[in-house]
């Protein structure tokens, strides 16, 4: 089976530019996440969908972060505007259920100037 | 919250070598605790998942243990080889929510 997709791989963006990451998860997964990876750390979560609704976003920066799943299948995280501190990879990972395990994608790694 | 710790940050062994990663955590109450592996550039990898009711877990030349009341768990690779470095991680999934809570990993370099 196809595995999660990510798009783009890599972003370099000036801060307090705006800028948005891409994920189609593997088919007929109704649980989709997104986790941000700073270097030399785990990955946090930032939010939760099952289907097209949020289940978790406790720890999402509301004020300058945002996601949305469009029709309980691809989904879009974006950041406006960006800070310094946003530098990390964006991990998206997607589950048949909440309670089956995460298939990850490779991420897109975003650097701010 | 729950706080997942793994020791030790960094590993380098010659190849053949069997090895121990080790992974504590706070909050004993867990669902399941999950070992990943992330290589340079790309996303994570599951190794193996043991449900809290579970003691351990094989995958081939893998095993990983669980402990709840202790707060532990080991992940035990038998026979390293160079195709084995990579981070290792350790993720917890409490009983209060479904989020991964992520250890920082162990950076393993299996020398030929």
């Known amino acids: 089976e196809a595995g999660v997709a990510q798009s783009p791989r890599y972003k370099i963006i000036e801060k307090r530019q705006s800028v948005a990451f891409w994920c189609n998860p593997i088919?007929?997964?109704?649980?989709l996440y997104w986790y941000q990876q700073i270097l030399g750390q785990g990955p946090k979560l930032l939010i939760q969908?099952?289907?097209?609704?949020?289940?978790?976003d406790s720890q999402l920066p509301k004020d300058r972060f945002s996601a949305e799943r469009l029709k309980g299948v691809d989904s879009t995280l974006k950041i406006q505007p960006a800070k310094l501190e946003d530098s990390a990879v964006y991990l998206c990972?997607?589950?048949?259920?909440?309670?089956?395990?995460?298939?990850f994608g490779d991420g897109t790694r975003l650097s701010i100037l | 919250k729950q706080e997942v710790t793994q020791i030790p940050a960094a590993l380098s062994v010659p190849e053949g070598e069997n090895l121990v990663l080790n992974c504590s955590f706070t909050d004993s109450a867990i669902y399941n605790l999950q070992w990943f592996r992330q290589d340079p550039g790309k996303g994570l990898t599951s190794l193996l998942l043991i449900q809290s009711s579970q003691r351990e877990q094989t995958s081939g030349r893998l095993n990983a243990s669980l402990d709840k009341s202790s707060g532990r768990s080991t992940l035990y690779i038998a026979a390293s080889q160079p195709g084995d470095s990579a981070t290792y991680l350790c993720?917890?999934?409490?009983?209060?929510?479904?989020?991964?809570?992520f250890g920082k990993g162990t950076s393993l370099l299996v020398t030929p």
């Open positions: 088919s007929g997964h109704a649980t």
């Open positions: 993720a917890v999934r409490t009983n209060s929510g479904y989020a991964l809570n």
């Open positions: 990972a997607s589950s048949l259920t909440r309670d089956q395990p995460q298939h």
């Open positions: 969908f099952q289907n097209n609704g949020v289940v978790d």
